[in-house]
């Protein structure tokens, strides 16, 4: 960071914001004008997006229930958003409510009102930060929201990292993330795609617009699979959103085609 | 899905029968958190409350609108699921029996308005909400940044760095105190001088171009040394970081100063710097200074705008120091070093002490060396004048060198100056007291005398000098009795020279040692060569010796070495030393002519006539030979009718002295067969000289002992 820490960033809400644009299309009402009408930019070149981030919400919660599932009750959220319906700790303190969540955005509006939502749940907490920092990140996890890097802990990094640009070295993030959790840690990772739909990528260009919450860069199949570095993918693998352990019988149409614009999976570190 | 006949048949279909139908319909419309089967479980209640509803006797609007009321509680927000709702439900139950008399349409209308007034307390509450989390937001943005301000203006306020702000037309804005202590202005004074005025004369070229560039927006930030005359006119030196702040569009908005006080660091630097380039006795530049001015007068001179440089050296200084002591010599320099400094630089020129009492004015933008004369002279003048130290008056006198850029062929400035060093030796040399100038041929004879003497030493251990050979006669038979060693120095260049040009330089640096060494053994192998090969040839070989080399102990033994070495006998080696070298004699050197002579070595003296022998004196010296002097044989022998009966009557005597204290007189230089005939009569014993024959190569040697060529100019009959 180029600014001394001390100095804060500001609060300006005529531009739009990820995490509000998010939440409008995840059918809130938490964004204004401005997110609104950024969003809606979006749509007009790419109306399908609406379902994607379902799908990707979708992802999040199934993602969340395997794994504590599995026994893991720590969670790191990085890039939380406004929290809609369907949040991490919801999800998991259903499953055991002993859980721990941090979550960690750098939008001050998505943190603040994160922070009056959790009021009163002294298992989950919202650090303003920016996932960029890793040591920092990390450190403020533990101190501040209790968590215990000496067993293993789930990295959340849902929908994030394409608005982490090729400079801050995204992979590098992902590596020194696990490199401070226990072994049997897990990290969670959805992606846009770049080699997908056309119409997908069009939105990238929406976003690269110098009024535009964060530039985006969507990534090809092979650099999505190379932000999991030597961790173990576990099954199935790197694949669509919707394909990532669907829940069987019920769940939503699986059969999605081969260009769908958005890829998941989870990497154990062994 | 087989489900829906089942319905159409049984009238009222079951809760679960709509909650499948109902589910597919609005799953995808809105994101709940719910996973599909919790859905339809959900569904499932909403769709039993529902049929009760429908199939109730009295219909009551409460149960649906609740149930649209969940709904949007699931976060069926979007109105698609709504819209859906309605159709699957119309679908669903319109054969229901309960559902005709507008029972189905009540209770939609009952459930859309629960929809409708739960979205819109939820729509209203999120809006609440994220606008208080705004305002929240921005009043800790505003804390922070109040906090980060008060910081910053604590730093602003109290740091010990003088701390401006101004803006892109160089108008201040704001000050802090450390900056109005360090210039002595207040802040209102400040703002009423835009920083151009802050200007210093010994602003380097470059600053103001630096500091607009940063206003321009072409530099982020400049760093600098640079002086400022405080309020009160006192100079102080400051180390300036200035930094451009742009606004969020990347426009130069301001400038930020900070301003270090290093007026002492500066100090301290400039003293070390002048300590550098002065010299600490006289205060007087040094050698370093007074080569960066030469250089650079040097580089800026052309036809129009000569340099010239008097070399001054004060005469005997060393008298000084030793008589009155070292003290009285630093003072006697520091007071000449005052008055050459003080009234030479007056007219502009540098006045630099060398070294010693060596000292050096650099005349620039003068033409002509009657200028650099003038200079010389006064300089002169300003020595001569008495010195009055620890109650002595003390006078001395000064030599002064004078060279002119373009007197030198090369124009590097140690050249002028090893010229300029040289003219002062001549000074000296034509008596000190005064100047001289330079004279390129003089010194380029100086500069191959210094080049030849340098090479010496390696053209001895080359080989590169040789010995020739010239023949002595007995004048009575005209019989060639011996040889006298005559050593040339063959150049690689082909050229040889004359042992006049290098003899007296060796003699200078010593080399004549290991030199007459050289030829006195090359010499005595010659001789033994010659009687090896015919034992007729036991011919005299005489080498010349130079004082230095009888000086040197050792000689004896070197002789004898060689001797031992060639197996050459002592009585058939001559050496010769010249009058004057005789005549300067110790006693230390006539033991070792002695310890020659009693080896059996004969011991002549060549050149004589030249100096002022007394005559009385030969007698106590180990001489065995005169060797009388070419001119005096010239003079005193030539058959003219102008023939100086004086000189005649001297040669006569010195022949007839030496005879009587035994010696035996050779003649040099014989020329002419007339002055055989003379010298015969006057009763000379041997002659040399190009009557006979001139110095040859030795293989010339053993033809002309035999053929005697010069018999056949047999002496004059006058």
Same mark, same amino acid.
């Given at each position: 960071?180029?600014?001394?820490?001390?100095?804060?960033?500001? #609060?300006?809400?005529?531009?739009?914001?990820?995490?509000?644009?998010?939440?409008?299309?995840?059918? /809130?009402?938490?964004?204004? $004008?401005?997110?609104?009408?950024?969003?809606?930019?979006?749509?007009?070149?790419?109306?399908?997006?609406?379902?994607?981030?379902?799908?990707?919400?979708?992802?999040?919660?199934?993602?969340?229930?395997?794994?504590?599932?599995?026994?893991? +009750?720590?969670?790191?959220?990085?890039?939380?958003?406004?929290?809609?319906?369907?949040?991490?700790?919801?999800?998991?303190?259903?499953?055991?409510? *002993?859980?721990?969540? #941090?979550?960690?955005?750098?939008?001050?509006?998505?943190?603040?009102?994160?922070? &009056?939502?959790?009021?009163?749940?002294?298992?989950?907490?919202?650090? *303003?930060?920016?996932?960029?920092?890793?040591?920092?990140? *990390?450190?403020?996890?533990?101190?501040?929201?209790?968590?215990?890097?000496?067993?293993?802990?789930?990295?959340?990094?849902?929908?994030?990292?394409?608005?982490?640009?090729?400079?801050?070295?995204? $992979?590098?993030?992902?590596?020194?993330?696990? $490199?401070?959790?226990?072994?049997?840690?897990?990290?969670?990772?959805?992606?846009?795609?770049?080699? /997908?739909?056309?119409?997908? $990528?069009?939105? &990238?260009?929406?976003?690269?617009?110098?009024?535009?919450?964060?530039?985006?860069?969507?990534?090809?199949?092979? &650099?999505? &699979?190379?932000?999991?570095?030597?961790?173990?993918?576990?099954?199935?693998?790197?694949?669509?959103?919707?394909?990532?352990?669907?829940?069987?019988?019920?769940?939503?149409?699986?059969?999605? /085609?081969?260009?769908?614009?958005?890829?998941?999976?989870?990497?154990?570190? +062994? | 899905?087989?489900?829906?006949?089942?319905?159409?048949?049984?009238?009222?279909?079951?809760?679960?029968?709509?909650?499948?139908?109902?589910?597919?319909?609005?799953?995808?419309?809105?994101?709940?958190?719910?996973?599909?089967?919790?859905?339809?479980?959900? @569904?499932?209640?909403?769709?039993?409350?529902?049929?009760?509803?429908?199939?109730?006797?009295?219909?009551?609007?409460?149960?649906?609108?609740?149930?649209?009321?969940?709904?949007?509680?699931?976060?069926?927000?979007?109105?698609?699921?709504?819209?859906?709702?309605?159709?699957?439900?119309?679908?669903?139950?319109?054969?229901?029996?309960?559902?005709?008399?507008?029972?189905?349409?009540?209770?939609?209308?009952?459930?859309?308005?629960?929809?409708?007034?739960?979205?819109?307390?939820?729509?209203?509450?999120?809006?609440?909400?994220?606008?208080?989390?705004?305002?929240?937001?921005?009043?800790?943005?505003?804390?922070?940044?109040?906090?980060?301000?008060?910081?910053?203006?604590?730093?602003?306020?109290?740091?010990?760095?003088?701390?401006?702000?101004? %803006?892109?037309?160089?108008?201040?804005?704001?000050?802090?105190?450390?900056?109005?202590?360090?210039?002595?202005?207040?802040?209102?004074?400040?703002?009423?001088?835009?920083?151009?005025?802050?200007?210093?004369?010994?602003?380097?070229?470059?600053?103001?171009?630096?500091?607009?560039?940063?206003?321009?927006?072409?530099?982020?930030?400049?760093?600098?040394?640079?002086?400022?005359?405080?309020?009160?006119?006192?100079?102080?030196?400051?180390?300036?970081?200035?930094?451009?702040?742009?606004?969020?569009?990347?426009?130069?908005?301001?400038?930020?100063?900070?301003?270090?006080?290093?007026?002492?660091?500066?100090? @301290?630097?400039?003293?070390?710097?002048?300590?550098?380039?002065?010299?600490?006795?006289?205060?007087?530049?040094?050698?370093?200074?007074?080569?960066?001015?030469?250089?650079?007068?040097?580089?800026?001179?052309?036809?129009?705008?000569?340099?010239?440089?008097?070399?001054?050296?004060?005469?005997?200084?060393?008298?000084?120091?030793?008589?009155?002591?070292? %003290?009285?010599? %630093?003072?006697?320099?520091?007071?000449?070093?005052?008055? @050459?400094?003080?009234?030479?630089?007056? %007219?502009?020129?540098?006045?630099?002490?060398?070294?010693?009492?060596?000292?050096?004015?650099?005349?620039?933008?003068?033409?002509?060396?009657?200028?650099?004369?003038?200079?010389?002279?006064?300089?002169?003048?300003?020595?001569?004048?008495?010195?009055?130290?620890?109650?002595?008056?003390?006078?001395?006198?000064?030599?002064?060198?004078?060279?002119?850029?373009?007197?030198?062929?090369?124009?590097?400035?140690?050249?002028?100056?090893?010229?300029?060093?040289?003219?002062?030796?001549?000074?000296?040399?034509?008596?000190?007291?005064?100047?001289?100038?330079?004279?390129?041929?003089?010194?380029?004879?100086?500069?191959?005398?210094?080049?030849?003497?340098?090479?010496?030493?390696?053209?001895?251990?080359?080989?590169?000098?040789?010995?020739?050979?010239?023949?002595?006669?007995?004048?009575?038979?005209?019989?060639?009795?011996?040889?006298?060693?005559?050593?040339?120095?063959?150049?690689?260049?082909?050229?040889?020279?004359?042992?006049?040009?290098?003899?007296?330089?060796?003699?200078?640096?010593?080399?004549?040692?290991?030199?007459?060494?050289?030829?006195?053994?090359?010499?005595?192998?010659?001789?033994?060569?010659?009687?090896?090969?015919?034992?007729?040839?036991?011919?005299?070989?005489?080498?010349?010796?130079?004082?230095?080399?009888?000086?040197?102990?050792?000689?004896?033994?070197?002789?004898?070495?060689?001797?031992?070495?060639?197996?050459?006998?002592?009585?058939?080696?001559?050496?010769?030393?010249?009058?004057?070298?005789?005549?300067?004699?110790?006693?230390?050197?006539?033991?070792?002519?002695?310890?020659?002579?009693?080896?059996?070595?004969?011991?002549?003296?060549?050149?004589?006539?030249?100096?002022?022998?007394?005559?009385?004196?030969?007698?106590?010296?180990?001489?065995?030979? @005169?060797?009388?002097?070419?001119?005096?044989?010239?003079?005193?022998?030539?058959?003219?009718?102008?023939?100086?009966?004086?000189?005649?009557?001297?040669?006569?005597?010195?022949?007839?002295?030496?005879?009587?204290?035994?010696?035996?007189?050779?003649?040099?230089?014989?020329?002419?067969?007339?002055?055989?005939?003379?010298?015969?009569?006057?009763?000379?014993?041997?002659?040399?000289?190009?009557?006979?024959?001139?110095?040859?190569?030795?293989?010339?040697?053993?033809?002309?002992?035999?053929?005697?060529?010069?018999?056949?100019?047999?002496?004059?009959?006058?």
């Amino acid at each position: 960071m180029d600014r001394p820490s001390w100095v804060p960033s500001g #609060v300006d809400v005529t531009r739009a914001s990820v995490a509000r644009v998010y939440d409008y299309y995840l059918g /809130g009402s938490h964004n204004f $004008a401005s997110d609104r009408a950024f969003a809606d930019e979006v749509l007009q070149v790419y109306p399908e997006l609406t379902s994607i981030c379902r799908d990707n919400r979708d992802y999040l919660r199934r993602a969340v229930l395997y794994l504590s599932a599995r026994g893991i +009750d720590q969670f790191l959220d990085l890039g939380s958003g406004i929290p809609t319906a369907g949040n991490v700790h919801e999800i998991a303190q259903a499953v055991n409510p *002993l859980t721990r969540v #941090v979550y960690v955005d750098h939008d001050p509006v998505a943190v603040t009102h994160s922070r &009056e939502l959790l009021n009163g749940n002294d298992r989950a907490m919202v650090m *303003l930060d920016d996932l960029r920092e890793p040591g920092r990140v *990390l450190r403020d996890a533990v101190v501040l929201g209790g968590l215990d890097l000496t067993r293993p802990v789930a990295v959340l990094l849902v929908s994030v990292l394409h608005f982490v640009g090729d400079e801050h070295g995204p $992979a590098e993030l992902v590596a020194e993330y696990m $490199a401070a959790t226990a072994p049997g840690s897990y990290v969670v990772l959805s992606h846009a795609r770049s080699d /997908g739909q056309r119409d997908a $990528a069009a939105s &990238e260009q929406v976003y690269g617009r110098s009024r535009s919450p964060n530039p985006m860069r969507f990534r090809s199949r092979a &650099e999505i &699979e190379a932000l999991f570095g030597d961790l173990t993918v576990i099954d199935p693998g790197v694949v669509h959103l919707p394909q990532w352990r669907p829940e069987l019988g019920e769940d939503a149409d699986p059969a999605v /085609g081969e260009d769908y614009p958005a890829l998941a999976g989870a990497g154990r570190r +062994d | 899905m087989t489900a829906e006949p089942l319905v159409i048949l049984a009238g009222l279909p079951t809760p679960d029968q709509v909650a499948a139908a109902w589910t597919r319909a609005i799953a995808r419309t809105s994101y709940t958190s719910m996973s599909r089967r919790t859905l339809r479980a959900h @569904l499932q209640v909403l769709a039993g409350t529902l049929l009760d509803a429908v199939a109730a006797d009295k219909f009551d609007p409460t149960d649906p609108y609740d149930v649209g009321v969940a709904l949007v509680a699931a976060h069926f927000t979007q109105v698609a699921a709504l819209q859906q709702t309605v159709i699957v439900l119309g679908e669903q139950l319109g054969n229901c029996p309960g559902a005709g008399g507008g029972r189905l349409t009540e209770m939609l209308g009952a459930l859309t308005a629960g929809y409708a007034r739960a979205l819109r307390d939820r729509t209203l509450a999120e809006q609440e909400r994220i606008s208080a989390a705004l305002f929240t937001a921005r009043v800790a943005a505003e804390q922070a940044r109040w906090n980060s301000e008060a910081r910053f203006a604590a730093v602003f306020a109290d740091s010990v760095i003088g701390i401006g702000v101004g %803006d892109i037309n160089g108008t201040i804005l704001e000050v802090n105190r450390a900056l109005c202590e360090m210039l002595g202005y207040t802040t209102e004074e400040f703002r009423q001088h835009p920083i151009w005025e802050f200007i210093h004369p010994d602003d380097s070229p470059g600053v103001w171009d630096q500091v607009k560039a940063l206003l321009s927006g072409v530099a982020d930030n400049v760093r600098l040394e640079k002086a400022y005359y405080r309020k009160d006119r006192a100079e102080i030196w400051t180390h300036l970081v200035l930094s451009l702040v742009r606004d969020p569009q990347g426009q130069p908005r301001f400038v930020v100063a900070m301003v270090e006080n290093i007026t002492e660091r500066h100090r @301290l630097q400039t003293r070390l710097a002048h300590q550098a380039l002065h010299d600490p006795l006289t205060g007087l530049p040094n050698r370093t200074l007074f080569f960066d001015r030469l250089d650079a007068a040097l580089a800026a001179a052309g036809p129009d705008q000569t340099v010239g440089v008097c070399y001054l050296d004060l005469d005997d200084f060393k008298a000084v120091n030793d008589t009155l002591g070292h %003290d009285t010599g %630093d003072a006697l320099l520091r007071a000449v070093a005052q008055r @050459l400094g003080s009234e030479l630089a007056r %007219d502009g020129h540098l006045v630099a002490r060398m070294g010693g009492d060596e000292f050096v004015v650099l005349v620039e933008h003068r033409n002509g060396i009657e200028h650099l004369e003038r200079v010389a002279q006064t300089a002169l003048d300003i020595v001569r004048r008495p010195v009055v130290l620890g109650g002595h008056q003390i006078v001395v006198s000064a030599s002064v060198g004078i060279v002119q850029h373009n007197d030198t062929i090369a124009s590097a400035a140690a050249e002028l100056m090893q010229a300029a060093d040289t003219t002062m030796y001549w000074a000296k040399a034509a008596g000190r007291d005064r100047y001289a100038l330079f004279d390129a041929a003089r010194h380029h004879g100086d500069v191959s005398r210094f080049a030849l003497s340098a090479r010496m030493p390696e053209a001895l251990a080359r080989g590169e000098f040789v010995v020739d050979y010239q023949p002595l006669v007995r004048l009575h038979d005209q019989q060639m009795i011996g040889v006298e060693a005559l050593v040339r120095w063959q150049l690689p260049t082909g050229e040889r020279l004359e042992p006049d040009r290098f003899i007296p330089l060796a003699e200078d640096t010593g080399l004549i040692v290991p030199l007459g060494r050289a030829v006195l053994a090359e010499a005595c192998r010659q001789a033994a060569q010659w009687r090896a090969t015919d034992p007729r040839m036991r011919l005299l070989m005489s080498v010349n010796l130079a004082a230095r080399q009888v000086r040197e102990p050792g000689l004896v033994a070197d002789v004898v070495q060689i001797l031992d070495d060639t197996g050459w006998p002592p009585e058939l080696l001559q050496l010769e030393l010249t009058e004057s070298e005789f005549m300067g004699t110790t006693e230390g050197s006539l033991a070792v002519l002695r310890d020659l002579a009693d080896i059996g070595i004969r011991i002549a003296i060549d050149d004589f006539g030249t100096g002022y022998s007394n005559l009385a004196y030969l007698r106590r010296l180990p001489v065995h030979a @005169l060797k009388l002097a070419g001119p005096f044989i010239t003079r005193g022998t030539d058959g003219h009718d102008e023939t100086d009966d004086v000189d005649l009557e001297i040669v006569t005597t010195v022949v007839r002295l030496a005879h009587i204290l035994g010696l035996t007189v050779t003649a040099e230089a014989i020329e002419t067969s007339a002055q055989l005939t003379r010298l015969l009569r006057l009763g000379c014993d041997t002659g040399q000289g190009w009557h006979f024959a001139r110095a040859v190569p030795p293989e010339k040697i053993p033809s002309l002992v035999h053929a005697r060529p010069w018999s056949s100019n047999p002496p004059s009959t006058r």
